[in-house]
């Protein structure tokens, strides 16, 4: 389903001449109030197909800070098609500018691929494991033996210690193309029941996935 107007019709072509124009469409077909109702009125799906510098970028910003001021869902996660667009969001990176303890305390969690710059002679061996989609068997058996594995938290970034209770969930479109069950994973994890999902850049959605399925896990089924 598109955007629909602040009015509730569907939006077709319109022309936008001027700022005021620009600014009076964000605040109304852009807002995150018109993005709720959308959502209400449809299956939970909305599809914002919009030109680059209409203002996609804001209202991302908005969503994820209405959010944290009045949560209309236990859990929100945006996820971009780069760790770089992720970087951009200033949230993003007032999080991950707090000290330890209180990263820990925020209402904020941000997830990030892996730090291979750090792995060393262990890259190599992490990239075998990433390449089968094996990267929770690469945490157990790699980062083990890995020397800065005390100054390291990316191994346990994703573990239910780390999420539990958080609303707010940056990540990278990455661990969806690695597990499709990836925001179930986070929903339990953090304990919500309902869940919002900003896709930016939606890749992820045009690359084609195959998943193997062993046979006794169908014959457990």
Known sequence: MGLPAADGQECGERWIRSAADLAAFRSTALSPANVY????????????NADTGVGK???????????RADPKYDLLVYMTSQQRVLMEQPWVRETLALSPSD?????????????????????????VYEKASCGQLGRASLCAQCPVRADCSWPVQISTDNLRGKRVIGTVQA????????????????GATRVLVLIDEATVLEAQAQRTIGFD?????
Do not use: N
């Open 37 to 48: 109702r959308a959502l209400e009125a449809s299956s939970g799906r909305l599809l914002l």
């Open 175 to 190: 661990y969806l193309a690695a597990m499709p069950d990836w925001i179930e994973r986070l929903r339990q994890k953090t």
């Open 103 to 127: 990263a820990a305390a925020s209402d904020v969690a941000i997830l990030l691929g892996r730090p291979s710059e750090r792995c060393g002679d262990l890259d190599a061996e992490w990239r």
């Open 217 to 221: 896990v169908l014959r457990r089924s």
């Open 57 to 67: 970028t804001k209202l991302f910003r908005d969503l994820v800070a209405e959010h």
